[in-house]
């Protein structure tokens, strides 16, 4: 049987004051929201977490919003953040697909219950007698049980390729009954708006929720937010604890374009305003209707648990792009957005009418301080005691990391030392696939072997170290710890002697899995597209 639920929360009526004057350099008028010592909290926060650059965007009722920014847009460089610099909001742009279907059910066009095989004949399931059983809202809520561990195999692909390897999955499969993040999920729930419209989701988006809602400055490719004078860029943090940038999204490869209904909006915190509006104001936005606002209700309604991430929450269930749980007795909506070293945090108090967005550019800080500035600013707004969430959530992002590193540290003390390889090097050489993750080539690079994903123009590679008998160490050329795609590499060997797999293993991160690749081709044939 699914669960479903339905979150209900006492709410509780408050009035607060606040000051009225912004902070000079904030580019709002003078009679804006201002949080007390808001400046000083967030460059405090900054150095703390070592952060180059961060943006706030905060709504209630009908003060004026505060938009403010504080840092530089890319670390060594004078160009400052500015409230118009553009940023993809990653993950928060689930929220825009499920605006954008809603808008097709309120046009009798959809129904939330449709069966997405109905729309989308090439969807299909790992396991086949659910194909006919997932509709729109088992996509939108994470209850499909489609899981999206591993990315580099995707790069290059369209987004109908990308939902048709969904049926090579091997994960178990919790239809209905857990929450399973999937952003293959949101694209294919993206895929059913050109099904059903003849328009992109990008053209979908961008003519009836950007424009109506005022959002000038964003824009759903990579290519738009490469071309970007003022745009923010990516920084995450080497092993030896360097902070630098991040080259792969630098150079324009990694991008969200092939799965932009999950995670492919960009948009600045000035526009950010716009769609906190939207979601306090049941879609009323400089008092015209831009939303339905039954759509903007129905994207507020549970459809999963999931676990809570605000302190006190004792509940919490993902709704329509949006996770509802409570804060200080008030009913909350909420989304993370997290892509390689930037990421940010939505938070809206619908019966408050009060909304918080921040965004950050250092993936570090995305584990935390996102969240812990937003948490800050709404407990001034809400009259609740100072709280340093910033310091908390770095000790608890600190611990974290160190229990990795025991993790790890466990795992390499298992080792068994003095063995060697059971075949020469030129044994292992050859072209490994996997019909849901794609192909990897080892190949023989200046005496030693290499990893390298056959993508479309992916650049992800590793030197295999060799650990024991036949297993590898990939020295990933990634700076991005947690997109390492393995942390150790094993060639299976078959009864004759050959080498007929490849097994790519985590060992800190078991949401990552161990993913089995088959040999497709010997020595010499690997060749990238």
């Known amino acids: 049987m699914g669960r479903s639920l339905v979150l209900v929360v006492t709410m509780v009526g408050l009035v607060v004051g606040v000051a009225s004057a912004a902070p000079a350099d904030a ?9 007390e010592r808001l400046d000083a909290y967030v460059r405090d926060a900054m150095r703390a977490w070592e952060v180059p650059g961060l943006s706030v965007a905060i709504v209630d009722g009908d003060r004026e919003p505060l938009v403010r920014a504080w840092g530089v847009r890319e670390l060594g460089r004078p160009e400052r ?8 909001i990653a993950s928060v742009s689930k929220s825009f697909t499920a605006a954008a279907l809603g808008l097709l059910v309120h046009e009798d066009r959809l129904a939330w219950e449709t069966p997405v095989l109905d729309v989308l004949p090439y969807f299909r399931m790992p396991e086949s007698d659910l194909t006919p059983r997932v509709n729109v809202v088992d996509l939108l809520a994470h209850r499909a049980g489609l899981d999206d561990p591993q990315h580099v195999g995707w790069a290059g692909l369209t987004r109908r390729e990308l939902i048709e390897r969904v049926r090579h999955y091997e994960t178990p499969v919790h239809f209905r009954d857990r929450l399973t993040y999937s952003n293959v999920g949101y694209t294919a729930a993206g895929e059913l708006i050109p099904a059903l419209t003849g328009r992109s989701w990008d053209e979908f988006v961008t003519e009836r929720l950007l424009r109506p809602l005022g959002m000038h400055a964003s824009s759903t490719t990579a290519a738009a937010l490469h071309g970007a004078k003022n745009r923010s860029l990516s920084h995450v943090r080497r092993a030896d604890g360097t902070l630098v940038l991040d080259p792969f999204v630098a150079d324009g490869w990694w991008t969200n374009d092939f799965r932009a209904a999950s995670a492919g909006l960009n948009a600045t915190t000035r526009d950010m305003v716009r769609w906190l509006q939207a ?10 209707q831009v939303l339905p606002a039954e759509v903007v209700d129905r994207m507020m309604e549970p459809g999963i648990l999931t676990e809570p991430d605000l302190p ?10 949006l996770v509802v749980q409570e804060y200080g007795g008030q009913r909350t909506v909420s989304h993370s957005g997290l892509f390689r070293g930037h990421g940010g945090r939505l938070i809206v108090l619908p019966e408050r009418r009060l909304g918080v967005y921040v965004f950050l550019n250092s993936r570090d800080a995305a584990s935390g301080l996102d969240l812990g500035l937003a948490l800050w600013i709404l407990d001034r707004l809400l009259g609740r005691p100072a709280v340093d969430w910033s310091a908390r959530f770095r000790a608890e992002h600190e611990r ?8 790890r540290d466990a795992f390499d003390a298992r080792r068994t ?20 993750w794609g192909d990897w080539a080892v190949e023989q690079r200046d005496g030693a072997l290499w990893l390298t994903s ?12 060799h650990w024991e008998r036949d297993t590898f160490r990939p020295a990933w050329n990634d ?5 390492h795609v393995a942390e150790r590499v094993t060639f299976r060997l078959d009864a004759l002697g050959r080498v007929d797999a490849l097994r790519f293993e985590n060992v800190a991160d078991p949401y990552w899995g161990t993913i089995e690749f088959r040999r497709e081709t010997a020595a010499g044939d690997a060749q990238r597209p």
Not at 81 to 88: I, Q, R
Not at 400 to 407: C, D, F, K, V
Not at 479 to 483: A, G, I, L
């Open 27 to 35: 580019g709002a008028p003078a009679n804006a929201v201002r949080v």
């Open 81 to 88: 953040m500015d409230p118009d610099t553009v940023f993809t």
């Open 279 to 288: 979601l306090a104001n049941r879609g009323r936005v400089d008092g015209r």
């Open 312 to 321: 006190g929450a004792a509940l919490a269930g993902y709704a329509l792009g």
């Open 400 to 407: 974290a990391l160190a229990t990795r590193r025991a993790a």
């Open 417 to 436: 030392l003095g063995t060697q390889p059971s075949l020469d090097r030129e044994a292992y050489l050859g072209t490994y696939r996997h019909p849901a």
């Open 454 to 465: 056959l993508a479309a123009k992916a650049p992800v590679a590793a030197r295999l170290e």
């Open 479 to 483: 700076p991005v710890d947690d997109y």
